[in-house]
């Protein structure tokens, strides 16, 4: 069904149910996954969130300058980046971390044809953090290495099976959608990914899945035609 797609994965993912620091099974658990998807020929890049370690937003009401919080928001995607890519490799999947900003030798510089020329190879692709500039969050980043590299779909990796009208964790009423247009999700101001993500998706005609990464065997499920989570769309 896909050659090749973008997977978006919170940064509370990694840290389990505390949704903090990193927990080893639910790092186990993604690089099952991810890893059997790629040895089957998926071409996979990812692009983790950050704020198991330090979301730059909610910084500012601690007293964090704004950018300075967004700078350490972008370390935080690389720490993940880097501890999500090792499990992996102990997978037999060979992985590389790209990074926004210059860290070498910590992981290697984005540039879109050497990430996409890596994936061609078989390798799974992680582009760290964000999109190397202040105010812009990691959904934005993500839209935008989906269109750069020619992903055929962003998929967004949540703890929800889905896109919901309100907050299906508060509101046990909240009714969710199997699919919907880009123009829905925006004028109801849908919170599953912020406006710039849908608006850069909408004018790029990139589809986004989003779908409950912790139920095991989705991604596998998804990636393989089934119908899993909510499409989005033009």
Do not use: W
Not at 20 to 26: C, P, R, W
Not at 61 to 75: E, I, N, Q, T
Not at 97 to 106: C, G, Q, S
Not at 120 to 137: D, M, Q, W, Y
Request: proline content about 3%.
């Amino acid at each position: 069904m896909y050659k090749r797609v973008l997977l978006k994965l919170s940064g509370e993912s990694l840290g389990g149910r505390s949704g903090k620091g990193l927990d080893t099974a639910s790092l186990e658990a993604y690089a099952t996954e991810i890893a059997a998807a790629s040895k089957a020929g998926l071409q996979i890049a990812i692009v983790n969130g950050g704020g198991n370690i330090f979301r730059g937003l909610q910084g500012v009401g601690k007293g964090f300058d704004r950018v300075d919080g967004d700078k350490m928001g972008m370390l935080a995607t690389v720490i993940n980046s880097l501890a999500l890519s090792g499990f992996i490799k102990e997978h037999g999947v060979d992985s590389m971390v790209f990074t926004a900003t210059p860290m070498e030798p910590l992981a290697k510089y984005y540039m879109r044809d050497d990430a996409v020329k890596f994936l061609e190879n078989g390798g799974v692709a992680f582009i760290a953090g964000g999109t190397g500039n202040p105010f812009f969050t990691t959904d934005s980043g993500a839209a935008l290495r989906a269109l750069e590299i020619g992903a055929d779909a962003f998929l967004k990796g949540t703890r929800v099976d889905g896109v919901y009208d309100s907050d299906p964790e508060k509101n046990p009423d909240a009714v969710r959608y199997d699919e919907l247009t880009f123009d829905k999700a925006i004028s109801e101001d849908l919170k599953v990914l912020d406006q710039t993500a849908f608006a850069l998706c909408r004018e790029g005609n990139m589809p986004i899945i989003v779908f409950d990464m912790n139920r095991k065997g989705n991604l596998t499920s998804l990636l393989g035609g089934g119908k899993v989570g909510t499409v989005v769309h033009v």
